[in-house]
C-alpha cells in the first residue's frame, strides 16, 4: 500500500566515476503490517524429540566440464557440499561434504553422507517444511587458489519427505517395507546446473527417516542393510551369466 511507504530521498550520485551509468539512492520509511506469531522452538506435542535425517549414497556425476587448466592435468578435482536454506538445516560450523575425487569427469563416490535436520520445522508438521531446501553444490577443488563452483542440484526438504508420517497420530503403524522405521527413499536424477545451463548430470540415492534418537542407529543399519542385498542380488545376476 502507497499510505505504508514514505520516501525520505531520492537523488542520483554523480560523483559514482567508475561507469557511465550513474546510481540513483534513496531512502524510505515503511509501516509493517502485523507480524505473524514467531514458531515455538519446542512443539507442544512433541515430547519425543524426533528430527528429520537423510542418508544420502550411491552419489556420482557424468559429463561434468572440465575447470583445470592444461598445466594441471585439464580435468577437475570434484567434491559436493551440502548447503541448506535456511543454513542451520544442516550447518555445523561448516557445510557437510563428501571426498575430493581428483583428476575426474565422471566421479562415483563410495561413500554416504548422513544428514541431520536440526531446523525447528522438521519436529512440528509437514506444512512447515516448505521452502526449506538442500542444494548439492558440485565444486572443483583447487590447491593453490579459491575452489571453484561448477553447479548445484536443488532438492526440495518437504518432496523428500512426502511419504513420512511425520505426526505422531500417523505414525501408529509403519509401513511393512521398513518393518519398523518410518522411512522414504527417493532416486535423484538430475542435470548439475550454473547460470542456467547444464554442466553434467547428478546421480544419488537419498533415504529420509523421522525419527529419536534412539532409532538412529536402527536407521543406519537398516539402510546399509538394504544396500548390501541390493549390491548381492546384482552381484549374483552378474556372475549368473557365466555360469
Not at 561507469?19 to 509501516?31: L, M, N, Q, Y
Not at 537423510?54 to 570434484?78: A, Q, R, V, W, Y
Not at 561413500?111 to 506444512?127: G, P, Q
Request: glycine residues 4%.
Amino acid at each position: 500500500m502507497k499510505e505504508a511507504v514514505t520516501p525520505n530521498t531520492y537523488e542520483p550520485c554523480p560523483d559514482f566515476i567508475t561507469s557511465d551509468h550513474k546510481p540513483i539512492r534513496g531512502s524510505f520509511t515503511v509501516k509493517l503490517n502485523k507480524s505473524a506469531p514467531a514458531r515455538p522452538s519446542t512443539p507442544k506435542d512433541n515430547k519425543s524429540n524426533k528430527l528429520i535425517h537423510f542418508l544420502i549414497s550411491n552419489i556420482k556425476c557424468t559429463n561434468l566440464p572440465i575447470m583445470d587448466s592444461e598445466i594441471m592435468g585439464g580435468l577437475s578435482d570434484p567434491y559436493i557440499l551440502f548447503v541448506s536454506s535456511p543454513k542451520n538445516l544442516t550447518w555445523k560450523k561448516a557445510w557437510p561434504s563428501t571426498k575430493t575425487i581428483f583428476r575426474n569427469l565422471n566421479p562415483v563416490w563410495d561413500e554416504e553422507t548422513h544428514l541431520t535436520l536440526k531446523h525447528e520445522s522438521c519436529i512440528e508438521s509437514l506444512d512447515d517444511l516448505s521452502g526449506d531446501m538442500i542444494y548439492m553444490v558440485v565444486m572443483d577443488y583447487d590447491q593453490t587458489s579459491g575452489d571453484d563452483f561448477i553447479g548445484s542440484v536443488a532438492l526440495n526438504v518437504q518432496d523428500l519427505c512426502a511419504n513420512l508420517k511425520l505426526s505422531e497420530e500417523n505414525r501408529e503403524q509403519t509401513t511393512k517395507f521398513t518393518d519398523e522405521l518410518n522411512l522414504q527413499q527417493t532416486n535423484i536424477s538430475r542435470p548439475v546446473v550454473r547460470n542456467g545451463q547444464e554442466y553434467g548430470m547428478l546421480e544419488c540415492t537419498v533415504i529420509s527417516a523421522y525419527l529419536e534418537p534412539s532409532e538412529v542407529t536402527s536407521f543406519l543399519r537398516t539402510a546399509a542393510k538394504s544396500r548390501n542385498m541390493k549390491f548381492r542380488d546384482a552381484k549374483n545376476k552378474f556372475f549368473g551369466l557365466f555360469r
